[in-house]
């Protein structure tokens, strides 16, 4: 199994659902999972997780005739600051291009090279500017790490590893899954087309079998990526059942929050239009914006020109426990996804007993019926919804008990049996 | 050649509390009792006892001929006197020698002018009045954070019976004008101006490492009334400044013809001098020299309405007004100003103090 995060270094979901997945898989098959980055001391039980912080380089640029760098070094390369990524950039920002750097391909081939020779492997930022390098150097260590008839089956999580689980598939012969967390298409707006998303295509149409954390997500994949749904089969995350507890809200006011990156993709915009407009009726109640991310100067920004500060509260980056506790003190929980492949902290907020107001445009829409659902966009109702929810007690009760009976059966278990019915499709 | 007037700003705001959505409602306290002291405290060891102490003894081993100004605000007397008690005797002292002008400043080091005319009236009484308690003199200079000045304020000071005012506005306030002259307020011959000689002031404080003999000849050089020498009082908190301060001194003097005098002194010498106008502010700060450190942007702006929006509800409670002026402190909206996050997170913790003060109003 190839992932890219793993609690602790998380990003969003999909650390997280990596490791439910692996842990309850491990019940039903040997597994290894390899990933940029472990946390030390840390070696789960009855699977293997492997680490490649600080595993040497191949020096892959060392075999370069001179004939070739001759006539690399005739051709000029020009790099400009363009943000053509759906991860955190700060397109706020514009940069001028103030100075042109010319590069000679053999510079850079030489750069490599000592590069390559010089340092064991460092993940740094999970999504960093150097984000193509480090999957690069990833591809690299995974398909080293192989040996023939080492594993039966090649099971790559996003587009970071989907390089390797091709070269893999190409190598060794061995079948390719794709499990598929999140899009492009998701992240940079239903716009994107660029190097990610090719990658993305290319990998999905070669791949033996796509495992999509949703339906929502299955029909993107074949609407946008032109791949068939004969190969698809959604496998709904799981979530693993902590107790739930409650924490008085030490204000008077209630509590409504946001959680979640602050993107475009996650909506954050619009939970703050809804708040403004709940505010400036004069709604008894407080929002909290929960994460980090390049929205949140607009939205600081905002929220000071509207003099909404003292309500509207910006959290930053919350730990795991500290999520819970504001959880625990929340009135209701709303999610305003733009495209939502599945929507983990939907089903957190659940569990802690928050009805939740949800994007329709999410994945978690097909696995908790019971919440409120809204399009994203549509800012009034979001509005409504979430007063409706707070003033209404009956309702409240209903959503909260709707929603409390759709968790039991979305433990990791389901999930991994899931996969496991899928495996078997490619294995006899 | 002109005379040295050397001023030195102590301020020491009071540090507020973390404070996150988990703790709006809590109703505890603003300011971080612990941090005071502790901030206090450190201060005091590292950097007002030993500076106060060689400004003392430059006064004892100059004769008359070592004078110096000084502004302390509210939070500085108050803190030291909380927690570092022997530095008001030392303070005591320093006035007893009659070679000390004491500046008067809002006494919470706020932007009130530029809010309420009369929260700034009853600021200035209040520094004038524990000024003269503790040292026992009426201030006769002014002022205002981060050396802020505009035209309106000319009237005001002067109304209030100053001589003059501490100024500040960069190159383009002063075009060709040097700040080595004695200037009045726009239509206000009564209100004398004098301007912090940057360049100089900046050599010490931005660009330290001069040979102290050099320094003097640079001082030598100039034309004019003054050369105003204004620095932080926390610039004392580096031994190599003080060892400069003290050899420089010594140089300076050497020469009969040099001297240090208090900014009255300057005023009093000076001649009938040009107007400075400044229809807009001028500071110290920024590179626009103007009010925008502290007020350029939105959350600044934000937070300086809502919380002034409170001044009339908070003014008849005791309990709360001493927190809401720690809020005021003008140092609160610089840090606001910062780039790279770090403006977006001091609102975010200011306004999680906010909203929880605000419940308790």
Redesign the interface.
Known sequence: MLGWEYPPFLNGGLGVACAGLAAALSAHTRLTMVVPRTPEDHQPEGWELVGLEGKPLPALWESYPETVLEKLSKVHLRYLPVTLSGYERNPREPQVVEETQWYTIERQVHKNRLRRASRPFQLGALYGDDLWERVQEYTELVVQMVTPGQYDLIHAHDWMTFQAGLELKARFGLPLVLHVHSLEYDRGGPGSRGAVFQLERHALREADLILPVSQYTAEVIRDVYGVSLDKVRPVRNGIELAPAYRRP????ERLVVYLGRLTGQKGPAYFFEAARALLEQGAPV?F?IAGKGHM??QL??QA??A?L???I????YLEPE?VR??LA?ADVYVMPSVSEPFGLSALEAAQMGVPCVLSRQSGVAEVLPGAEYVDYWDVPTMAQTIQALLEDETRREAVIRAQQQSLPHLGWEGAARQVVDAYQTLLT | MPPVSLHFFGHQPYPLRAASIFDIGSGAPVVDRAASAARTEAQAAGCYRPGLELLERLIEAHGGRFQVAMTLTGPWMEQVTAHAPGLIRQVQRLAKTGQVSWLATPYHHSLSFVADRALFAAEMDRHEARLHGLTGQRPRLCVQPGYLYTNPMAYVLHQRGYVGCLVDGGPAFLKDRSPNWVYHGSHMPGLHLLVRDALHSDDLELRFGMDARAFSARLAARQGEVINLWLSLDWLGSHAHRAFLRDWVRDWLLHPEHSFVRPEDVIAAAGPGAPLDAPDYVSVRGPAHDLSPWLGNTLQKAFFDQLYELAAPVAGRKDLRAEWHALSDAQHLLAMGEPEGRGVSAYSHLMSLFADFHLRV
């Open positions: 809200r030490p204000f008077p407080r909290a949140v100067e600081v920004e000071a020109e003099r500060g003292h309500r509260h910006f959290t930053g500290a506790d504001l003190m």
